[in-house]
């Protein structure tokens, strides 16, 4: 995927569930003709914890163009009830066929 077209997912607010083991974020697909399948979030420290970050992938995700999706995975970061901040570091798609 072109820097253009991962620019063009867009992640929403995460947050946490009660026990902080689960990481929820919306993400957005805005471009107009291809299905996202496989969406990689950055999470990273919500304090000067090491590691800084960690990477996770939901690659069973299905992201119809110019709909939202949710992305839930287990993290394995601090869970001292901080959300954590997060951000789009790859993605993977195809277009999608009429």
Known sequence: MTEF?????KVGSPSLNSSGEYLFAPIYNGL???LV???????YAANNEQP????Y????IYLSPKSTSQFAKHIMLSRD???PR??????KGHEEKE
Do not use: C, M, Q
């Open 5 to 9: 077209e991962l620019s063009r997912i």
């Open 32 to 34: 107009p003709n291809l």
């Open 37 to 43: 399948t496989s969406v990689t979030l950055r999470v």
């Open 52 to 55: 800084k970050y960690l990477d």
């Open 57 to 60: 992938t939901d690659s069973d």
């Open 81 to 83: 009830g901080r959300v």
């Open 86 to 91: 997060v951000s789009i570091v790859n993605a």
